[in-house]
Nanobody
Framework: QLQLVESGGGLVQPGGSLRLSCAAS???????????ISWFHQAPGKEREGVSC????????EYADSVKGRFTISRDNAANMAYLQMNSLKPEDTGVYYC??????????????????WGSGTSVIVSS
């Protein structure tokens, strides 16, 4: 059974940085490199929204306008890991961050549609 586990959340002051990690496991008939990865953010009282995604090859990345220039997504296919480096954090970045993946045959594409499975999330609080 495929499983994703996020880590790296916590309390940080505005302007600070955090690095979120997403560990994938449970591959039997395929490999991590066959999946595109997306990170989602759910602010308190709001719906979950996609903030960044990366193609299965790692060659293509996308960012929501709200995080462009501040967040960087990356992946290590050999380690079955994905990361979200978050810099210049703002109070509005507060919330739960989820990683999710979707199997794909297109190595240079990513989006936020049809993701399965999902991790259980890691909480980020940006406050002074």
């Amino acid at each position: 059974q495929l499983q994703l586990v996020e880590s790296g959340g916590g309390l940080v002051q505005p302007g600070g940085s955090l690095r979120l990690s997403c560990a994938a496991s449970g591959f039997t008939f395929d490999s991590y490199s066959s999946y595109r990865i997306s990170w989602f953010h759910q602010a308190p009282g709001k719906e979950r929204e996609g903030v960044s995604c990366i193609s299965s090859s790692g060659s293509v990345t996308e960012y929501a306008d709200s995080v462009k220039g501040r967040f960087t997504i990356s992946r290590d296919n050999a380690a079955n890991m994905a990361y979200l480096q978050m810099n210049s954090l703002k109070p509005e970045d507060t919330g739960v961050y989820y990683c999710a993946m979707r199997r794909t045959s297109i190595s240079d594409w990513c989006d936020y549609v049809g993701m399965d499975p999902w991790g259980s999330g890691t909480s980020v609080i940006v406050s002074s």
